[in-house]
């Protein structure tokens, strides 16, 4: 079955570290995105990327790096610079051009230790 | 004034009733809309666009109305199965694929 995948689930970082999540798709997507959810809050955009090699910041990319090295990858790591990491990340892909429709992976959950 | 805003409720209805929610958003310039339902943590999915004649799946009705810059969402005989929050979304014109989602509206249907 096509579609996307987020590793890990959860995630706990400690004080000063970095950590990478995860975002494999097998839609053949060109474009990809990140977001952070938190309570009560809308999804608000990290990173995106439309085409390999080539990526944009998004509204908080503030503590945030990414790549785009392959068109089904597009790790997220979380930077000791972010210093409020508690939320919930989800990736999106679209098929990029008039398609504007995001199919999201199930998130994964990063907490602070 | 935020982008895109939602009552967050939560509506509580009983099963069988209609309920209905709005989405209001500030950039005239929108020109995609749609409605993704979220359960909880777990990831948004579509459950419809919106177009600007609005449109019907089932049970779900969406219109969009410009003049008053909102798109609503109507739920029919809502099921238990409907307890979740909607997310309404919208991409502005223009540039890259950019959606702005809402808080969302959580919904609880009970027996």
């Known amino acids: 079955d096509g579609g996307i995948t987020q590793s890990p689930k959860y995630l706990f970082r400690k004080e000063g570290q970095n950590v990478t999540l995860s975002c494999e798709q097998n839609?053949?997507?060109?474009?990809m995105y990140w977001y952070r959810q938190d309570p009560g809050q809308g999804l608000r955009l990290i990173y995106y990327?439309?085409?390999?090699?080539?990526?944009q910041k998004g509204d908080i990319a503030e503590g945030y790096s990414v790549s785009r090295e392959k068109k089904e990858s597009f790790p997220l790591t979380v930077t000791s610079a972010q210093k409020n990491p508690t939320a919930f990340y989800l990736c999106?892909?679209?098929?990029?051009?008039?398609?504007?429709?995001?199919?999201f992976g199930s998130g994964t959950q990063l907490s602070v230790l | 004034r935020k982008e895109v805003e939602q009552d967050p409720g939560p509506f509580n209805v009983p099963e069988g009733a209609t309920v209905a929610f709005n989405c209001t958003y500030s950039?005239?310039?929108?020109?995609?809309f749609f409605w993704y339902r979220q359960d909880c943590r777990k990831e948004p999915k579509l459950l419809m666009s919106v177009y600007s004649s609005g449109n019907e799946d089932g049970r779900f009705t969406a219109q969009l109305n410009r003049a008053s810059q909102y798109i609503s969402l109507l739920i029919r005989d809502s099921k238990l199965s409907d307890s979740a929050t909607y997310l309404c979304a919208l991409k502005a014109s223009g540039g890259y694929n950019k959606l702005i989602f809402g808080a969302g509206t959580r919904l609880a249907v009970h027996p």
């Open positions: 839609l053949n997507h060109d474009a």
């Open positions: 950039n005239s310039a929108s020109q995609s």
């Open positions: 990327s439309q085409i390999v090699n080539d990526f």
């Open positions: 999106a892909s679209s098929q990029g051009g008039a398609n504007e429709k995001l199919f």
